[in-house]
Structure formats: structure tokens, C-alpha cells
């Protein structure tokens, strides 16, 4: 089972608040991912970090941010959360190998009133 | 840009149906190919991928997927679901060119198997 967690798996909150979502991997992989994902659609890449310091957007337009200054730690923070950013937002990571597989996180649901 | 369709989907089978949920991608190059299943309240998890070679690819509980490289296919089978298969299932497409190697995702394929 890959170990990679993320923290909290369910969060409601008031329009306005500041968020960070935890994502954590032990398997020492440097390359790592968040995606966002609404009911019955694709995943979107809004985040991605090839290694400390190292942090990209995706495809999808996200006004959150994120930072990596851990290996192993690959926060995403919104400042000022809205009903729009209502969703599931999944962490990943690889190793990097050419083969490419993804081990994906639990998962956080979030909910903005 | 890369991107992935699954044209199914919902998906609804009786017990020991066989299976075939659809993937086609639109990029031209080199690709690796994945399928990923999502089982209720679960991690997304590694189905099967297809890096090179056979293109007939055997995954985990029987799955399997066949690369068809002038379709720009990836199509999943199961000849016999389970009420367990129960689950959404994804296609994702990765290029090996740039540096990027992102995954793309299709839409998913929710599959609900009936007892």
C-alpha cells in the first residue's frame, strides 16, 4: 500500500477562512502532485513539484498555492477559501521512473459555505 | 495538449457480464498508459499501465487492457465482474516527451456491478 497521507480527509468551512491541506509521502519520491476533482469528472492537475523548492501549475487554474520545502511535504494553501473551491482535492507522487505511476493519496473533501 | 475520452459514463452489469469500458487519448507521441480504479471511500489505486511491448496488458483481479495504437485506444476488460468490481475507473495518458510527464485523466467510468 503506498504512504502517502493526506490530512484532514473532510473539511467545512466558512467563506473567507485561510486552508492548508496536508499532503505527506515516506517513500522518498521527488515528484508530487495535487489534483482537483468535482463528482463524476476528470481529475485536474492544478499543482505539481519536481523536488524541494520546486513548484509548477497545472493544467487547471487554481487560485491556491503550494510549497515544498520538505521532500516528503507538499502543502496546498488557499488565503481566502470561496463556495467555489468547493471540492475533492487529491495529493500524489512518483518517483520519477519513466514508467510513471502515480500513487494517489486518500483524498480531501472540502466543503465552503 | 494531451487529452483522454471515456465515453461511458455509468456502467451497470449483472454478476459474471463481461466487461469493456472505452479509453481514447489524443496525443500523437510516445505515450504510457494507465488505468486507475477508485473502489467506494478508497485511494485511487493502479489498475494496469502499459509502458511498451505487448500491448496486451494483464492487471490486477483479472483485468486486463489492450493498446491499439492506430485507435489511439487503451480499452479495459474483465470477461467475468464480480459484484466487488464495483467502482469508478479511470483512464490517465502520460507523453514521454517534455518534462512535464503529467498524467492526464479521462472523466472516470463509475461501474456498478449487481449481485
Known amino acids: 500500500e503506498a504512504d502517502i497521507y493526506q490530512t484532514p480527509r473532510y473539511l467545512v468551512i466558512g467563506t473567507g477562512k485561510k486552508i492548508t491541506l496536508e499532503c505527506s509521502q515516506t517513500?522518498?519520491?521527488?515528484?508530487m502532485y495535487w489534483y482537483q476533482q468535482d463528482p463524476g469528472m476528470e481529475l485536474h492537475l492544478i499543482h505539481y513539484?519536481?523536488?524541494?523548492?520546486?513548484?509548477e501549475k497545472g493544467d487547471l487554474s487554481s487560485e491556491s498555492t503550494v510549497s515544498r520545502i520538505r521532500t516528503e511535504h507538499f502543502p496546498l494553501t488557499l488565503e481566502s477559501a470561496r463556495p467555489s473551491h468547493t471540492s475533492q482535492y487529491l495529493c500524489?507522487?512518483?518517483?520519477?521512473?519513466?514508467?510513471?505511476?502515480?500513487?494517489f493519496g486518500p483524498g480531501t473533501r472540502l466543503t465552503v459555505l | 495538449a494531451q487529452s483522454v475520452s471515456q465515453h461511458n459514463h455509468h456502467v451497470i452489469l449483472s454478476e459474471a457480464a463481461s466487461l469493456e469500458l472505452g479509453c481514447n487519448y489524443s496525443y500523437g507521441g510516445t505515450v504510457n498508459l494507465f488505468w486507475y480504479v477508485q473502489y467506494p471511500g478508497q485511494h485511487l489505486q493502479l489498475l494496469l499501465k502499459?509502458?511498451?511491448?505487448?500491448?496486451l496488458v494483464k492487471g490486477i483481479k483479472g483485468f486486463e487492457a489492450e493498446f491499439i495504437k492506430s485507435k489511439f485506444s487503451f480499452n479495459l476488460r474483465k470477461p467475468s465482474v464480480q459484484w466487488s468490481d464495483t467502482a469508478e475507473y479511470f483512464c490517465?495518458?502520460?507523453?514521454?516527451?517534455?518534462?512535464?510527464?503529467?498524467?492526464?485523466f479521462g472523466s472516470g467510468t463509475q461501474l456498478t456491478v449487481l449481485p
Open positions: 500524489a507522487s512518483n518517483s520519477g521512473r519513466m514508467d510513471n505511476e502515480q500513487f
Open positions: 502499459y509502458f511498451s511491448g505487448d500491448p
Open positions: 513539484s519536481y523536488g524541494v523548492n520546486s513548484t
Open positions: 490517465a495518458v502520460n507523453s514521454r516527451s517534455g518534462s512535464a510527464r503529467q498524467l492526464t
Open positions: 517513500m522518498g519520491h521527488d515528484k
